[in-house]
C-alpha cells in the first residue's frame, strides 16, 4: 500500500492526506477539496502553484504549461504532481467559494437518448442520467469511451433542472474514437458512464457586471448552460453572445438562443463569420470573433467574460482580454487540449 502523506495549503489553511499513487488534483476532488483546474492534463497551467516545502514530483506534462526555470524555482502542475513527503503548496489560483463549497465529484450512468447532428461536423448527444447528477452551468464531465479507460470532457449545454436529461453538443474530429461512437457506433439506449462535474467556468452568486460570452464551434455548449441559468434565475445582468464560425451554415440553435434571449433583461447575440457572409441574416458580422468583440466592447475592462471553443480562438481571446486590463478574476474559461492534437 502507498504511504499517505499530508498536504498543506496555503494561504487558505486546507490540509487534506493524499497517497503517493495520487496524483494532487484528484485526491483534492475525492475529499471535497475544489482547486482551480483547466485541463487537467499538464497542459493549461491553470492549477500551476507553487511548493514552499516538500518533496512533489510530476508525471509528463507540457514545458508551455510550466517551463523548466519554472520547475526549478518551485512551480508544480497540481493535475501531474506526487507527493512523496509532507508538503506545504501555495495556491496561486484560487476561488474561496469553490474551494470547500463545489459539487462532490460523482460517476454516475447515463443512457443514450437521441444523437442528432447540427451542422456538418458538431452533433448533439442527449443523455438520460439512471439517477440525480448535479453540476454548475458551465462545468464539464468526462464522458469514457466504452471498453477503454479513455475518456473525453464535454460540456454541459443544459442545467440541472432538466431532470436528468443532459445534453452536449460535440465536434466531431476524423479518425477521433468518440468521433466514430457518434457515426453510427454508439444508438439509442446505449449507457456511457459520465465522471465529474469539472470546471470553474461558472456564474458566480451576487454577481452585477455585464457578461460577455465569446464561443466557436462545440464552445457553445457551456454558454447555452449559462444562458439558461441566466433566464431561470430572473438575471437583469445585460448579456452580450459573440459566436465564432466559418460560414452561416456552421451556424446552429439560432431560434433556441433567441428563445432565451427574449426572456433576458438585455441581451443580443451577434454570429460572426471569419470566411463568408453567404446565407447569414443581418445580424451576423464578418470577421473573426475577437476582432468583432474589441470592435464592440470598449467597455471589456467592465465586464465577466466567459470563454469556450478551440484553443486558438481562447487564446486569441485571452491576449485581446488582457490588452483591454480586464481583471483575471473577472475572466472564466476552461481551456480544453484538442483531441486532433492529442492522437484520439
Not at 461536423?121 to 464522458?143: H, M
Request: charged share 25%.
Amino acid at each position: 500500500m502507498a504511504d499517505s502523506h499530508r498536504i498543506r495549503f496555503e494561504p487558505v489553511d486546507i490540509e487534506m492526506e493524499v497517497t503517493e499513487d495520487d496524483k494532487i488534483l484528484d485526491a483534492a476532488f475525492r475529499q471535497g477539496i475544489h482547486l482551480m483546474h483547466g485541463c487537467r492534463e499538464g497542459q493549461c497551467s491553470a492549477c500551476k502553484s507553487y511548493v514552499l516545502e516538500g518533496d512533489l514530483q510530476m508525471e509528463r506534462y507540457s514545458t508551455f504549461a510550466c517551463n523548466d526555470a519554472e520547475v526549478a524555482e518551485g512551480y508544480v502542475l497540481l493535475c501531474r504532481a506526487h507527493a512523496y513527503s509532507d508538503c506545504t503548496i501555495e495556491l496561486l489560483n484560487f476561488d474561496e467559494d469553490e474551494l470547500l463549497g463545489g459539487i462532490p465529484i460523482q460517476t454516475v450512468s447515463a443512457e443514450v437518448a437521441s444523437i442528432q447532428p447540427v451542422t456538418r461536423d458538431i452533433v448533439s448527444l442527449r443523455l438520460t442520467a439512471g439517477q440525480a447528477f448535479e453540476f454548475k452551468p458551465g462545468q464539464y464531465v468526462d464522458i469514457t469511451i466504452p471498453g477503454t479507460g479513455d475518456h473525453r470532457s464535454f460540456s454541459m449545454a443544459t442545467t440541472g433542472s432538466a431532470a436528468g436529461e443532459i445534453e452536449f453538443l460535440i465536434k466531431k474530429y476524423p479518425g477521433g474514437r468518440f468521433s466514430a461512437l457518434l457515426d453510427g457506433e454508439l444508438k439509442a439506449g446505449d449507457v456511457l458512464e459520465l465522471t465529474g462535474p469539472y470546471g470553474s467556468s461558472t456564474l458566480k452568486d451576487g454577481h452585477v457586471l455585464p457578461v460577455v460570452c465569446v464561443a466557436g464551434g462545440a464552445g457553445m455548449a457551456p454558454i447555452l448552460s449559462i444562458l439558461r441559468q441566466l433566464r431561470e434565475t430572473g438575471s437583469t445582468r445585460p448579456v452580450r453572445f459573440y459566436y465564432g464560425a466559418r460560414t452561416a451554415a456552421d451556424l446552429f440553435y439560432l431560434d433556441l438562443i433567441a428563445e432565451l434571449g427574449a426572456d433576458l433583461a438585455d441581451f443580443e447575440f451577434i454570429a460572426c463569420l471569419s470566411e463568408s457572409m453567404d446565407g447569414a441574416d443581418s445580424a451576423a458580422e464578418q470577421g473573426n470573433v475577437t476582432e468583432i468583440v474589441e470592435r464592440r466592447e470598449p467597455e471589456l475592462h467592465r465586464s465577466e467574460v466567459y470563454l469556450c471553443g478551440p484553443p486558438p480562438m481562447v487564446d486569441a481571446a485571452l491576449a485581446l482580454l488582457e490588452a483591454s486590463n480586464v481583471p483575471n478574476d473577472q475572466v472564466f474559461y476552461d481551456k480544453f487540449t484538442s483531441p486532433a492534437t492529442d492522437g484520439v
